[in-house]
């Protein structure tokens, strides 16, 4: 028989550490059935018939967050063997309020203590056996960064499972006692006798949720009044109350504190980092030396080589090698190296340049820096309606976007972190540089005033966007209250930021085998067969103009024209880059006759400049860095929205507000260098208008909703 | 009686009271946040603050911060 452990602890409790030390590499990663929060199962090492159940990390079995049902969910209907909590040592109080109600539930607890030996550091003392005999439960001393106790504490759960003991259950005060009783007599007979107790909680705590799940509900309504006209409090605030003053005894009697009062160390970098003055000038130096670092030394240098040496002169060749060797029919040898390996390797030459800033992302994140970061930037980004946690989806973003709207899962409001998905990919991500290079060099001489506009443009759209949506139904109302547990500084393993990294860069490789992969090998086809000399077949590179891409595009074409590049060539480059946005230089490339070009496609920039103005130019940019994203991205964002409607919002909303920016600039920009003034001019002076109404007008529909409630209120 | 807000860095405060809505209550609740704990202030940011309670290290907006008494 297989025995579940489910692992249970507060975020930044080392849950995560202490499941990859269980682990190793034996683990799946999933989502919890409907929802997008993350499922991580694995055996334990060297136990095949043991599996870790990883639960969200959590701070309560309250059911106010999506991450507190789903474990409490999987808690109560799967009834895990045995639960080990992980607890931290230096934060045992609040750690214990999850500890209780987990005991409440009528399955074995083990409790693994962590961070002893900072406890031991900072002077402190827990004395464990006194803990073990007033919480009633098996207790371990671990430290999951150094790996030890670790398995003697899944042992000791798996022998407490096999034993099938129940965990004894803490007192309240016997007011409230007495109350529990009498609820726990009326309870369903059903209702094994070890539940009844948390069925009895939960229902004088007026649980909905776990009222619905019971299929008789005794009538408690007026025990719970009287008790809180007794007690003079509601009932929630009863339960919560009483568990802290149980925590505060039990604590007591086994935690000896030395040194109180006394500043801690993180509490001194805190006074520094997220002082007043300091906080944004130290926030702008890491994040200068972070993309200094993985942009312009380390990233080049690794990007380029496996470009120019990897793709260009180790691969290709030996590919070619091979498949003349063996008389390779010569449109395979073309699907091979002009599709697939010069397709995905474009796109792989972005690894090692991600892999350098991901290394930086989860260094900052595990040591515990990016919270705090989220704490200075809530300021400002709460002044356009979103919350400081939305930025660091944004900064992941600006690598790929793909981790990036993964990364918006931390915000727990719904509206927040659906706004977040929506604007996450108008920054500017890896791939859409060379687009930038590209049209900076062929029109503006590789002005760098082009790139930091790019940048401009991106954030100028996440402002204006989350002002504009704010005022729309879908979400009106204040954020969320920023309200963050800031997990204490210290240094990270090397394994774990690996882990993160890997765990990031993984996707976005997987993204270039699958979808990559699969359009390239379609792109390739619509480019190399089409009509020419009076019949369907497989077209010579200069006869480009007769492939079936080029009817796609004429079709498509005449609906940029108002955008200044009706070209269909200009087209087909801007859908390529749906598939991925370092496309559109490849495909220019080969539009226009090279087989290969350079990252920024120096070789095309005087038959580019040519072919439009410079103001079309810098339209066709816009659209391309604002409009839908990839569609690893699109997929992405369908997971994390959970919903094909929100989706097909998100990729509209970005897609129009492209069309319009670039009409726009095309018109307004051409009337001004001189090229007169038509009816474009005026339909984009129009659109001006009315996006400064959007974004000016006032907040009516909350106003309205208030009045109204006010009025039934009086009514 | 104040909101946290107004509380100086580094002095000890026993929270009173915590109004808003019942949702960010909750919250505030699980993270150790209750009538009678002790909170300090470690630093302040434009009226977001990052306190100390119950051993833990929570940053809280101006808008939830000025809902807390102490």
Known sequence: ?715 | MMPLTMAKAGEENTIIKIGGKEEARRFLKSLGFVAGSIVSVVSEMNGNVIVNVKGSRVAISREMANKIMV
């Not at chain 1, 009326?186 to 229902?203: G, N, S, T, V, W």
């Not at chain 1, 029919?329 to 697939?340: F, N």
């Not at chain 1, 226009?592 to 066709?620: C, H, K, N, P, R």
């Open chain 1, 1 to 715: 028989m297989a025995i579940k452990i489910a692992l249970a602890g507060n975020p930044n409790s080392g849950k995560t550490t202490l499941f990859n030390g269980l682990t190793g590499s034996n683990q799946f990663v999933g989502n919890w059935p409907g929802v997008t929060v993350e499922k991580k199962e694995g055996k334990l090492k060297g136990h095949k018939d043991v599996v870790i159940m990883d639960l969200p990390g959590i701070y309560s079995l309250s059911p106010y967050t999506l991450e507190e049902v789903v474990a409490r969910n999987y808690l109560i209907t799967e009834r895990p063997d045995v639960i080990l909590n992980i607890v931290d040592g230096t934060n045992l109080e609040r750690n214990l309020y999850l500890s209780t109600q987990l005991m409440e539930l009528g399955i074995p607890v083990v409790m693994a203590i962590n961070m002893m030996d900072i406890v031991e550091k900072n002077g402190d003392h827990i004395d464990i056996n006194q803990l073990r005999k007033d919480l009633g439960c098996e207790i371990v001393e671990i430290s999951a960064l150094k790996g030890t106790g670790i398995m003697k504490a899944a042992e000791k759960a798996v022998s407490v499972a096999t034993r099938n003991t129940s965990a004894p259950v803490h007192k309240f005060s016997p007011e409230l006692e007495n109350i529990l009783e009498d609820i726990e007599n009326m309870l369903d007979a059903a209702i094994p006798e070890e539940q009844k107790r948390f069925y009895a909680i939960k229902l004088f705590e007026r649980d909905d949720k776990i009222a619905q799940t019971m299929k008789v509900v005794p009538k408690v309504e007026d025990m719970i009044k009287k008790a809180e006209n007794a007690l003079d409090d509601d009932s929630e605030s009863i339960i919560t109350n009483e568990r802290y003053g149980y925590i505060t005894s039990v604590i007591g009697k086994s935690y000896k504190r030395s040194a109180r009062g006394q500043l801690s160390i993180s509490d001194k970098i805190d006074r520094i980092v997220t002082n007043r003055i300091l906080a944004l000038p130290i926030f702008a130096v890491v994040m200068f030396i972070v993309y200094y670092v993985s942009v312009t030394t380390v990233g080049t240098i690794v990007t380029d080589w496996t470009n120019d040496v990897l793709f260009g002169e180790i691969i290709p060749p030996a590919i070619e090698n091979i498949l003349v060797s063996i008389n390779c029919a010569a449109w395979l040898q073309s699907l091979i190296l002009d599709g697939i390996v010069a397709g995905v390797g474009a796109v792989i030459g972005f690894v090692p340049q991600m892999l350098v800033l991901f290394v930086f992302l989860a260094f900052l994140e595990a040591c515990g820096y990016m919270a705090r970061v989220a704490f200075i930037m809530d300021r400002i980004f709460r002044k356009f309606g979103l919350s400081g946690k939305s930025f660091i989806p944004m900064l992941i973003g600006s690598g790929c976007g793909v981790p990036g709207v993964m990364a918006s899962r931390t915000i727990e409001n719904d509206r927040d972190r659906k706004m977040t998905i929506m604007t996450t990919t108008f920054i500017p991500c890896g791939a859409k540089l060379p687009i930038i290079a590209l049209i900076a060099g062929a029109f503006f001489d590789g002005s760098a005033w082009v790139a930091t506009s790019a940048y401009f443009v991106g954030v100028a759209a996440i402002v204006c966007s989350g002002i504009i949506l704010k005022k729309t139904k879908m979400f009106a109302g204040e954020p969320a209250p920023f309200v963050m547990e800031l997990p204490a500084y210290h240094m990270p393993t090397v394994t774990n930021v690996l882990r993160s990294m890997w765990e990031r860069g993984w996707s976005f490789i997987k993204k270039a085998g699958t979808i990559i992969l699969l359009s390239t090998i379609v792109l390739w086809f619509l480019m190399s067969f089409g009509w020419a000399d009076g019949s369907f077949g497989m077209l010579e590179a200069e006869q480009l103009d007769n492939s079936i891409l080029a009817s796609v595009g004429s079709v498509i074409a005449p609906l940029f024209t108002p955008l200044g590049w009706g070209d269909w060539k200009m087209a087909v480059a801007a859908v390529t880059g749906l598939i991925a946005k370092e496309n559109v230089v490849g495909t220019f490339g080969i539009l226009f006759g090279f087989a290969e070009v350079a990252e920024d496609g120096a070789e095309i920039w005087g038959q580019l400049a040519g072919s439009m103005t410079g103001v079309a130019a810098y339209s066709f940019l816009i659209f391309n860095l604002l409009c839908a994203p990839c569609f690893a991205a699109i997929g992405a964002i369908k997971r994390e929205m959970n919903s094909g409607k929100w989706t097909w919002f998100a990729i509209g909303y970005q897609t129009i507000l492209a069309y319009a920016v670039s009409l726009c600039v095309y018109q307004i920009g051409t009337a001004i260098t001189g090229g007169g003034f038509g009816i474009g001019t005026v339909v984009a002076v129009l659109v001006v208008i009315g996006f400064l109404y959007l974004l000016f007008h006032p907040y009516k529909e909350s106003t309205k909703l208030t009045v109204n409630v006010k009025k039934t209120a009086k009514a």
